[in-house]
Each structure stands twice: as C-alpha cells, then as structure tokens.
C-alpha cells in the first residue's frame, strides 16, 4: 500500500530490534504450535507497527530497547487478529501463501491465534514493572475496541443499511485501536508524560483511519499485482466499505442501483465491473480520497502539537511523519 | 459428572457473588458480540472454577469480595475455551443446545471467544493494583498451559502412539491449569502467603487430574442421559483419552486389536460398543480408575497440609475438600 514513498529506514532498524524477542517468545510455544505459528511469521509483513512502537519510545527521548516490550505485544496481536480474520473470511491465501487454516485445519487456526493473543500478555506481564502494567492495560482496551470492529465488520454483511458514521466507528476498532495503540506504546513504556501519549495516540488514530480508507479504495481501484488480491476483492465479497457505503447513502441514482446489485446473491462476469462503475457515480471515490485526505492532514497535525512539546524529540517526530506517508501511502 | 455426591452450598453463594459481575462484563460488549456472549451463558455450567477462585480467597482469610475478579476472569476464560473448542471439535450441541458457531456461525464463534479471552484480562487490569497484577501474570501462565494441552490434543488424533506420559501432560495443560488458577487466585488477591498460593495451586492441579479421568470414564461408559453427549462419545470421536491410551500401552491382545479398529477410518453401528469392550480388556477403566484415585488422594493431601498453615481458615478447607468430592464425583 506504499506506492511511491520511499522504505523508511526504521523498517529495518526496528525489524532487527523485535524480530529476536518474537523468535524468543514462539519459541517457548509447544512444537504443535510453534509450527504453524512459525509458519504464519515465515512470511512477515512491513512490521509497521512495531516500528511505530520503537518510534514511540525514541520520540519520548527513551532508548530504542524501551519499546520492545510494546512492540512484540502489537506484533503478535496484529497476527493473531490475521490469523482469525482469514478464518471468519474464509480466506485461504495470504501474502501469496496458503493461511494457517488452510493449511493445517481451521481449529489449529483458531487456537494458534489464541495463542499468539495470549502471549501478548505474557510478553508484557513476565517482568510487571509499573509502565509495563499500564501498557498491558492499555492493550486490553486496544484489543477490545479491535473485536468490536472485527464484529462489527461482520454484522455489516446483514444489514442492508450501513451509515458512514457506523463505518468509521468500525473501522476506527478493527485498524485504528491497534495503530493507535502502536504509536503510543512505546512512549507509556518510556513512562512519558499523559499529553505526550494522548498526542502520539491520537496520531496513531489518525493515520489508521486514513490507511483504512486507501486500503478500501485499493479494495476496489487496487492493481492485484501490487495488492495481492484479486481485483475488485472487497466488492467481490459485497464489503460494506467507506466507498461503498458513502456511495449507497448518496441518494444518486447510482445508489438505488448498488443497493439492487449488492442484494443479489450471485453476480455474472460483470458484477465486480458494473459496481465499480456505481461506487465510483455515487461519490464514493472522490469522498473516500477526502477523508483519506482529512485524516491524514489531521494526523499530522497531531504530531505538529506534540513536536513543540519539550519532552519531545524532533528527529523522531520527523521519522513518525515518514512512516505515516509510508503505511498511508499517499495515493489522493 | 456429580454422581450422588450433594451438591454445595457454595455454588450458589458464589454464583450470586459472581454473576452480576459477569453480567456487567458482558454488557459492555457491543451489540454484536453480546448477542452471541449472553446466549452461551444463558445456559450456565455449574460454576465451580468462580466457586474455588472465591473460596480460595476464603481460605486465605479474605472477605469473598476478595475473590471475584478472578472468578470473573476464570469464568471467562473457561467460557472463551468452551466456545472455541466447540468450534475445534465441530460440535454442535452442548448443554442440549446449538453451540454459538452452530448458531451464529464460525466467524462469530471466534469473535464470540476472543472477545471473552481479553475481557478476562480487562477484569483483571481495569484496577490494576499489585494483587490483580500477580494475579494477571499468572493467568498468562495458565492460559498458554490451557492452550497448549488443547494443541496436544488435537495433534493427538494424527499420532499412532501416544504413551500415557503425554496423554497426562496433555490434560494437566488442558484442565488441570485452570483448575490450578481457580484454587489459588482469590489467594493471589487476598495477597496470602506463596506457600499457601502453591499449596491450593497444587490442590487445584491434582483435583483437575483427578476430574478429567473421571470425565474420560464418562466419555466412554457414562449415561447419555447424565453426560449430555451421546453414549460412548469419546470413542465416537477416536480421542486418545486416559483410559484408551492405557489399553494401548497394554501389551495385551486388546492393545492390538483397538489399534487396528482406531485406525480404521469408518466404523459399523457394532465399533463403539467393541472399541469400549477393548479399553476395559486392556484395563483401560481400571487404571484410569485408580489414576483418578490417586489424583483425589493427593489432592487431599495437599488440603491437608494447608489445614496446617496458621494463615489458613480451616472451615473453608472443608469447604473446599466437598466442592472438590462434588467437582471429581467420586465414581471410583
């Protein structure tokens, strides 16, 4: 989802920090477990949100090291929640491999992501100092608010009317709790001040909310070589997404017709073509690249106020606006 | 699984305790995710595990308020576990109604159990004071054993011998740890001394050894009318429970011929009844008997030795002495 925004070096840098502790911590799994979840990490992804969590902590002038402990915990929820998703999707490939479910049984795909959910905790309560505590605590809001999204995601396939409000409230759960839990981790292990975390936090909010919307633009618009799905995948499996569903409220005649379109159970060849064509002559293009827009310039706003924050350290502030470009991937 | 034993007074004391506050728990989930919530716990189990958590606060000399985040955090787990073990094992009844997947669907079912997995820790980290803390850092502990063992088992139904070693180590992860956490989290909250954690922890442990042999008696020679399921299920579903793995290891005839019929992938309406035939012939009832016997034996022996600790208050030893006889049944 990156476009042409350069591969910010913290990638790289926070990849080498956290890589060994996730190791670490699979490997306390029993072999029937560390087998697939070994599997599932085999194939990782950016590592965006551990690298937001090392960024946390080194904005709030603490050593990289400090957000480790963060960063492992947002990683290992991150794949957990991948892992079910695919399950409650049905979605048998991922990053161009096989999902865990499919490839060892849906209920070693169940309890491996309970795993994976579970030492999140343990990652973060083996040693309770006092900021690791409030950073547990902190996760168990994050991942609440991120399967109430998850749920409420699922809940939209069977309801015929979705509003825009409804939408961003779930996608602001499924994405933006974990991003924003990921860019304010580090600075509460770094026992930052509250204003400091509630800015990096609001940020985090921010950008999840803008990379969702590109995210669903590319769900209907994407190129399947560069998505790796197939084109049109969100409308193919009649996703209540932001275009889509600014598109249904648009009271256009282009609305009805979606409306009709999405009600059928089965589409012919045409389908996905015909209701992107709709999508599009309801506004839901233009309106999805705004509040892709909106929320981007918000998030930077956000850290505007914290870089003149004297706990702050401006540098970094620079590195989390390079990374937001690269996770948004500025295609509006 | 009670037998003729009477049922205690502390169930219903504890229920009362604990209920509303699970209740509370469940209403701050989102609508989607209480339907399918509050329709698991519309048929409640017995509620034994939030009984131990609340006398194991009892006996540490504590008010029974004590106990009740971690009864609430121990009932929610075991719940999450039942919901997705429903799915694993692709069960569609239970307590003679469709289980949440069979209801909602299998996406809903993981949610469902998710959602309950973290709101054991939100009980736990809401007010995050040293006591709830430990008490936290040891449910990851016994979470991870709880998943591990459910991992063992379901690798079991692909292995052709499995010693009875590993069948053992299997439920002590799968029952005997949560079991363990019951008995000594309202312990860990009354802030008692470790000795007394480790003596009701070990207490827990043994009674779980001792529960789950009995509940493997019940899988194969149980009343269907008793256990709910249908009669000889366990043999129905191939399970390498306790009493099938020791005929296997037999050295008998027995062994032979049950491994030849367990390999077979169909069987005629005569394979449960000759498959049980085979267990008992290869003392199968008759060493899970005595297992479960001296499992009991050395829970009360850990009781026992806690009777002497001058922290503890020896009626509620008693009183946990007859909820385990209730817990186990005593069928042997």
Chains 1, 2 share one sequence.
Not at 208 to 237: H, M, N, S, Y
Request: with cysteine; charged share 25%; net charge negative.
């Amino acid at each position: 989802m990156s476009g042409g925004v350069p591969v910010p070096g913290i990638l790289k840098r926070a990849g080498e920090l956290v890589s060994p502790a996730i190791a670490a911590a699979l490997g306390g799994l029993g072999s029937e477990l560390r087998e697939p979840a070994e599997y599932h990490f085999q194939s990782p992804g950016k590592g965006t949100r551990p690298a937001l969590a090392i960024l946390s902590a080194e904005a709030a002038g603490a050593p990289s090291e400090t957000g480790v402990p963060g960063a492992v915990a947002i990683e290992l929820i991150h794949n957990f929640s991948l892992i079910h998703d695919d399950i409650i999707d049905n979605d048998a490939e991922r990053r161009h491999r096989p999902t865990v479910w499919a490839k060892f049984g849906i209920g070693v795909g169940v309890v491996a992501g309970d795993a994976l959910h579970n030492l999140a905790y343990e990652a973060l309560l083996r040693d309770p100092t006092p900021p690791r505590v409030k950073a547990a605590k902190h996760l168990t809001k994050a991942v609440s608010a991120m399967i109430a999204g998850q749920s409420m995601d699922m809940a939209f396939e069977e309801k015929s009317l979705v509003t825009l409000d409804e939408c961003l409230a779930m996608e602001q759960g499924k994405t933006g709790a974990l991003l924003s839990y990921a860019t304010s981790v580090g600075a509460i292990l770094a026992e930052a001040d509250d204003s400091v975390v509630g800015g990096l936090s609001e940020f985090g909010a921010q950008v999840g909310v803008a990379f969702q919307a590109v995210d669903d633009l590319l769900g209907i618009w994407g190129d399947p070589e560069r998505t790796g799905k197939p084109a049109g995948a969100d409308l193919r499996e009649r996703k209540k997404s932001v275009p889509v569903v600014i598109a249904l409220n648009s009271a256009t005649p282009a609305a009805d017709e979606l409306a009709e379109l999405y009600s059928h159970p089965e589409w012919d060849a045409g389908g996905v073509d015909a209701a992107r064509v709709l999508v599009e002559a309801g506004g839901g293009r233009e309106g999805t690249k705004l509040l892709a827009r909106t929320h981007y310039d918000l998030a930077v706003s956000a850290l505007d106020s914290l870089a003149a924050h004297p706990e702050v350290v401006d540098e970094v502030i620079e590195e989390l606006r390079l990374l937001a470009d690269f996770i948004v991937g500025r295609d509006f």
